[in-house]
């Protein structure tokens, strides 16, 4: 008996190939069923998000024999006609735990590091726990898995910092003020990425935002969705006593934020802090403004480079994390209570 | 045992400050990324045995022991070092101890010159509890001026980091810079009322016959310092100064402080 592995994610599959092996959650339960009652799996798992669909299985057969059947029975359950070559992947022990506790970590995810699959994985692991298809070999390495993704996350820089121009913004912010909550927002122009990062700095504590659009009726309407409040584009400037921080994305050609626009209202505004997330191009804020004292200037790409470093900063991590991973599952396995007590429990 | 006075336990305060610079260094060049003991504890052994030197010393003379340029430095330093222990505690800024190690050695370094410890008898006649007020107060107003400019300092290297958009900024696990420009201004605030009531209690004290107390050196150098640090903190509050100009000020005035502590003490009629 040994868990094994076979899937396919972003790293093998086109999108339009993982859109017809994924499987809903409600037939996900029907699903295990079948594949424990065809006698090719013990206790099983499946993994089916965006990106990966993957069967977990403690199989009787031989690695050979069992990836051999759990492709006909993934692609006979999804009734797949098509052509198939090495999209699928399939791993055997130790590779097939290697494999779990990488995915429980975020290391085989498109983004590196993401937390999101650690919750998708937990479900999916739930969901079969409930139904009772995992026995003592699956438990232990679900479980397994999710204490080294915690471990990582404490341990590592994997999971370190914002991998999105949004999420720069948001942390960028809260570099500058103590607590969001406290400060208000200014979005200047309705667009969909000054609307998202908007919301970005709702989730992590922002009450208050002011929207102002050419079209005051796109204005109201965001405004009404963000839960704030719209005012003529015009007045725009008259905000900025009351603001902390401002997103632009207009259509401007030209600036519409120069340095000696801002001086006299930061003056006004007793040279408080003023965060300017400029994600508009062309760019709408002069980039002379960044000389005002307590004025921090950001534009698109400045927020892309803080992405593209983070990300660059988990990919340096990786390595770490590989030899952490081989380390854990090299003393699940080499302990011997891991294959010894799964069977003693199946007896 | 008799032979450990309280300068060899100072001299073992000073190396744990060596050791917490050197550890700094360390820190510094890692970006303060990781949240970590190392330094505080370094920094707490410090403190712990400044405390046990002064405790020492206290108790040979059976007063505060704030009687010469030795003893009034180690307070000083002592003040410093037990605010950034208990300040350290706040989140986010046990690196405090990091930017405040390097102030303490070398300061400490310099009050360990035997020129600036001549003995002084067991009882000093500057012991009574007024003039121990007058000293103590004053030395933790410096002391809170010193972790002020420290706050400051963190403050400058966040916005520098923050203005030419340096990813360390954001991977540093320092306060945000609202946090540490509150810090800065409380602690200035807590010093002036500290050195003012330390002015006020001085004021009180009986003097030598035709010394007047604002005509001696130290005293005057004191009430400048005292308009200086009344002028930082009514210009940031009331006339919008920015708070880059308030945390340059602040660290200035200390350096001024720590540059000129010595020798308005050399010269003035009242203090020697």
Known sequence: MSVVVIGLSHR?????????FAFAGEKIPGALAALRASGLASECAILSTCNRVEIYAVTPLTAAAAFAELKKFLIAHQAYDGALGDELYSFAEPHSLHHLFKVASGLDSMVIGETEIFGQLKSAYELALAHQHTGARLNKAFQ??????????????????????????????????TAL??????????????????????????????????????????ATELGGRAVPFE??????????????????????????????????????????????????IDPAVSTLDNVYLYNVDDLQSIADDYLNLRKEEVARCEKIIAEKVAALLSANKFSRNAERTQD | ?????????????????????????????????????????LLAAGVALHTLAMFKRGLTL???????????TTFLLWTLGLACLIYSLLPRFKFLAAFTAPVLFTIGIFALMPSLDPPHGLKPEFSDALRSLHAATILQAYGAFGLAAVAAAMFLMQQH??????????????????????????????????????????????RPEGKPYFFDTKVLWSALLWFIYLESLVAYKKFGRTSRRFAIG???TFIFLLLTFWITNLYSGLHN
């Open chain 1, 144 to 177: 397994r898995a999710f204490n080294v993704a915690k471990h990582l996350r404490t341990a590592t820089n994997i999971q370190r910092g914002s991998v999105s121009v949004m999420s720069a913004a948001v942390e960028l912010a809260e570099k500058i003020f």
């Open chain 2, 1 to 41: 045992m008799a032979w450990f006075t309280d300068r060899h336990c100072f001299l073992l305060a000073v190396t744990f400050y060596g050791l917490s610079t050197l550890y700094s260094v360390f820190l510094w060049r890692k970006g303060f990324r990781r949240d970590e003991w190392v330094n505080y504890f």
């Open chain 1, 181 to 222: 909550s406290e400060h208000e927002v200014l979005v200047i122009g309705a667009g969909e990425t000054s609307e998202k990062t908007a919301r970005a700095l709702q989730s992590r504590g922002v009450k208050k935002i002011t929207v102002t659009n050419r079209s005051p009726e796109r204005a109201a309407a965001l």
């Open chain 1, 235 to 284: 007045h725009w400037p008259d905000e900025f006593e009351r603001i902390d921080i401002a997103i632009s994305s207009t259509a401007a050609p030209q600036p519409i934020l120069d340095r000696a626009t801002l001086e006299p209202l930061m003056k006004r505004r007793k040279h408080r802090p003023l965060l300017l997330i400029d994600i508009a191009v062309p760019r709408d």
């Open chain 2, 161 to 206: 980091d923050l203005k030419l958009h340096k990813l360390r900024a954001l991977l540093s696990l320092l306060p945000s810079m609202q946090r540490l420009e509150l810090i800065t201004f409380r602690l200035v605030a807590v010093g002036f009322v500290l050195l003012t009531i330390g002015l006020v209690a001085g004021w009180q004290l009986p």
């Open chain 2, 250 to 252: 602040i660290i200035a």
């Open chain 1, 12 to 20: 093998s599959a086109p999108v339009e190939l993982r859109e017809r």
């Open chain 2, 62 to 72: 059976h007063s505060c022991p704030i009687n010469n340029l030795y003893e009034a």
